[in-house]
């Protein structure tokens, strides 16, 4: 079964297969979002608020449970590395990046990339 991930403040929605967590859909689809300890459910940074559709989202697992507790997040919120959809889910991303990422910097002259 073929999903879909609506991103009210991007403006955009994407295909998501029940096998691709949606930080990583996200990702493969040019959306940034914040995600600092890739996908461990350490950091927080990837939270996506659930604007409709949480029936079809997976159940929350015990570190996603543990690191939105500690952080006082409410019910609506999950973590984008943790959840994965198998329908249709209407997102909204906090730490959405409007301006493309930064590109690399040269190496400083002498130095081998």
Do not use: F
């Not at 297969?17 to 300890?37: D, E, K, R, W």
């Not at 608020?49 to 999950?78: C, F, H």
């Amino acid at each position: 079964m073929v999903g879909r991930i609506i991103v009210e403040n991007a403006g955009t929605a994407v295909r998501a297969s029940p096998a691709v967590s949606i930080l990583n859909t996200l990702m493969q689809n040019g959306i940034g979002i914040a995600h600092v300890c890739g996908g461990k459910a350490i950091c927080g940074t990837c939270r996506i608020k659930i604007v409709s559709g949480g029936e079809s989202l997976s159940p929350l697992s015990e570190a996603e449970s543990i690191r939105l507790t500690a952080m006082g997040n409410p019910p609506d919120t999950r973590l984008a590395c943790q959840t994965y959809t198998a329908g249709e889910v209407r997102i909204r991303i906090p730490s959405l990046r409007r301006a493309p990422l930064p590109r690399s910097r040269p190496h400083p002259p002498g130095l081998l990339p």
